[in-house]
């Protein structure tokens, strides 16, 4: 089976501006769960979604926001883009909220 | 309550010893207990998980000890060859939200030749 696939993997942006990141599930998984990972804040997450319904949500401000289609496929946009928004967005994937989750490569985020 | 505190942030170790992290945590609610291991450039994977109902669990190399009472767990690795040189971090999640994991600040490790 072909693992979680994040794109774009590297991404630069400027401050102000918008951006929407995409994960790929494995097949078959219902579940995808995003997270921020910073040098200083650690692993962070971010929202869960199964099935096309958000879950669980983070402790982040409103301009981070996510959806799931049908198909599994997930994205998540932040708009308005800070500098403290550059990051490594993680996403992972489980075949349900009680199975375990496998982590994809990442997006780097660099915001300028 | 939902923190999860790590210790040492970082730790070097001479091949063929053994590495020992540690976790704490404070919300009795959790009842998922997993470590993941980072390389640079890739996302975690998982190692190894506990649920709080036993208090080890071995997988090859991979140890965890969990004590209940004391809201503590930890990674022992043995035998810690160069390849085991990574960021390992622990989470915790509330049942039946395994894709809400809160992470500890990760532990760097540094197995020497």
């Known amino acids: 089976k072909a693992g979680v696939t994040q794109t774009p993997r590297y991404l630069i942006k400027t401050r102000g501006q918008q951006v929407t990141l995409s994960c790929s599930p494995i097949s078959g998984h219902r579940s995808v769960s995003w997270y921020q990972q910073t040098p200083g804040q650690g692993l962070q997450f971010l929202f869960e979604y199964f099935s096309e319904t958000q879950r669980n949500k983070g402790n982040f401000p409103g301009r981070f926001s996510g959806r799931q289609f049908s198909n599994s496929r997930s994205e998540m946009n932040v708009s308005t883009l800070e500098l403290g928004d550059s990051a490594l967005y993680l996403c992972a994937s489980s075949l349900d909220s009680l199975s375990r989750g496998y982590f994809g490569p990442g997006t780097r985020l660099t915001v300028t | 309550q939902q923190q999860v505190k790590q210790s040492p942030q970082s730790l070097i170790v001479q091949k063929g010893g053994i590495s020992i992290i540690n976790c704490a945590y404070e919300?009795?609610?959790?009842?998922?207990f997993p470590w993941y291991q980072q390389f640079p450039g890739k996302g975690p994977a998982l190692l190894i998980a506990i649920r709080p109902d036993v208090s080890e669990k071995k997988e090859g190399r991979f140890t965890i000890s969990f004590n209940k009472s004391a809201k503590q767990f930890s990674l022992h690795i043995m035998d810690s060859q160069p390849g085991d040189s990574a960021t390992y971090f622990c989470?915790?999640?509330?049942?039946?939200?395994?894709?809400?994991?809160?992470f500890g600040k990760g532990t760097k490790l540094s197995v020497k030749p």
């Open positions: 919300n009795t609610a959790f009842d998922y």
């Open positions: 989470a915790a999640s509330i049942r039946g939200s395994q894709g809400n994991l809160i």
